[in-house]
């Protein structure tokens, strides 16, 4: 459905990023793949979505924390693929404290990863996207990016801005064929929610299973973790003809967390 299309997604070593490069590759679309660092396993991923799905997969090494990574990225994929005609603003990262501990460098990293990478990457990757005359722009917010939870304060904060950045880049190109959309789940298992459990446990003295049951499922009322699989689903939905007229909006997929 996407043959011939060209995505970047970032932060996609792991988790829905790696998930939803997976199902762009099904989906016949060329990926690059992103994370901070470079190793044989990053490309060695690469070459397994070539091989698994046989289409064009890079791996770019550029750090979301910095501007000029962002932009060096997009440019970069342009090069290697010939465009960009996704990108799926994907790198985040999480840090939980109540706000009078929460470190100002934790809120300084989250911010720019999980908020300012995507405005880097939008505004290297529209120009082209205009001059292509289509483009698909799909930001993974989260449930957070439309409720709160308390020690989450740089999270919601940047996923609160992803939404309003989802909105004006719609706005700003409404008249072109180009969508800029939310994706927003609530809890799926990867590795950045495995990381929280600890944490959790600790700020609830709680169990592991408590804390799965209680904590992060308590309002997803599905009880049941999203997969990457539906998350990246639904990024090719997105991109995909029946989705033209959905721009500046927000898919939840989070069993019906923000119903509540
Ligand atoms: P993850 O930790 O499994 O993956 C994050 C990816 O980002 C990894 O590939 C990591 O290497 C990369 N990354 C981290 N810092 C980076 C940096 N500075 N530069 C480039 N890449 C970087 O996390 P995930 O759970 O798959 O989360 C992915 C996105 O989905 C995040 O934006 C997160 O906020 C959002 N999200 C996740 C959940 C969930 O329950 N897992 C729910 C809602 C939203």
Not at 57 to 84: F, H, N, P, W
Not at 149 to 166: E, N, R
Not at 185 to 213: C, F, W
């Amino acid at each position: 459905m996407l043959k011939g299309k060209n995505a970047v997604v970032t932060g996609s070593t792991s988790g829905i990023g790696l998930g939803t490069a997976k199902e762009l590759a099904k989906a016949g679309c060329n990926v690059v793949l992103n994370s901070f660092t470079d190793n044989e396993d990053d490309h060695a991923l690469a070459a397994e979505i070539e091989k698994t799905y046989g289409v064009t997969a890079r791996y770019i090494q550029a750090d979301m924390s910095k501007g000029e990574a962002c932009v060096r990225l997009i440019e970069e994929a342009t090069k290697a693929l010939g465009s960009v005609d996704i990108l799926v603003n994907n790198a985040g990262i999480q840090f939980v404290s109540p706000i009078e501990e929460f470190p100002p460098e934790k809120w300084d990293a989250i911010l720019a990863i999980n908020l300012s990478s995507s405005f880097h990457t939008i505004r290297t990757a529209l120009p082209g996207m205009r001059k292509a005359g289509w483009g698909r722009i799909v930001n993974i917010v989260s449930a957070h990016g439309l409720t709160a939870s308390p020690f989450k304060s740089a999270y919601v904060s940047a996923k609160h801005g992803m939404m309003g950045l989802t909105k004006t880049v719609a706005l700003e190109t409404a008249e072109v064929d180009i969508t800029c959309n939310a994706i927003c789940p609530g809890y799926v298992m990867t590795p950045l929610v495995e990381a929280q459990i600890p944490e959790q446990m600790k700020v609830h003295n709680m169990s592991r299973e408590d804390v799965i049951r209680e904590v992060m499922l308590d309002r997803q009322p599905s009880k049941e973790f999203a997969t990457v699989e539906e998350i990246g689903g639904t990024a090719v939905f997105l991109c995909s003809p029946p989705a033209r007229q959905i721009t500046g909006t927000s898919i939840s997929v989070d069993g019906g967390w923000t119903a509540l």
